[in-house]
């Protein structure tokens, strides 16, 4: 099984429980990744004003492969294109400038949203 959470919600509660669904699931050898979408895009340039946890759970899900990237055009509108090259988490824009949804079903991804 795979699963991967699209993330559209800018909402510190919401973000704490998918870092925490991703480290169980992965912890138990089932595939969980992310993406940025949405509101949610614009969180890496945010992160100064959140609280500490939110940013040290995403720079761990990106040291361990666990992000697979942010929806560029969501990113162009939260602000945070500089900020994701910055913290090398790529810009997904296979779809018009978003992040596709097909190559990751035809991966085998089961997709969850947040």
């Known amino acids: 099984m795979k699963?991967?959470?699209y993330v559209y919600e800018d909402?510190?509660?919401?973000?704490?429980?998918?870092?925490?669904?991703?480290?169980?699931?992965?912890?138990k050898k089932i595939e969980a990744r992310l993406?940025?979408?949405?509101?949610a895009a614009g969180l890496l340039a945010t992160l100064g004003g959140r609280p500490r946890?939110?940013?040290?759970q995403l720079f761990d899900a990106?040291?361990?492969g666990w992000i697979l990237g942010v929806c560029k055009a969501c990113a162009v509108m939260g602000k945070a294109v500089e900020?994701?090259?910055?913290?090398f988490i790529p810009l997904l824009e296979d779809l018009d400038g978003h992040a596709p949804l097909a190559r990751f079903l035809e991966e085998g991804y089961t997709i969850v949203k947040f």
């Open 3 to 5: 699963y991967l959470f």
């Open 11 to 27: 909402n510190d509660m919401c973000l704490q429980h998918v870092f925490l669904y991703l480290k169980e699931l992965n912890k």
């Open 35 to 39: 993406i940025l979408e949405g509101k």
């Open 53 to 56: 946890a939110i940013g040290q």
């Open 62 to 64: 990106r040291d361990k």
């Open 83 to 87: 900020a994701a090259k910055k913290e």
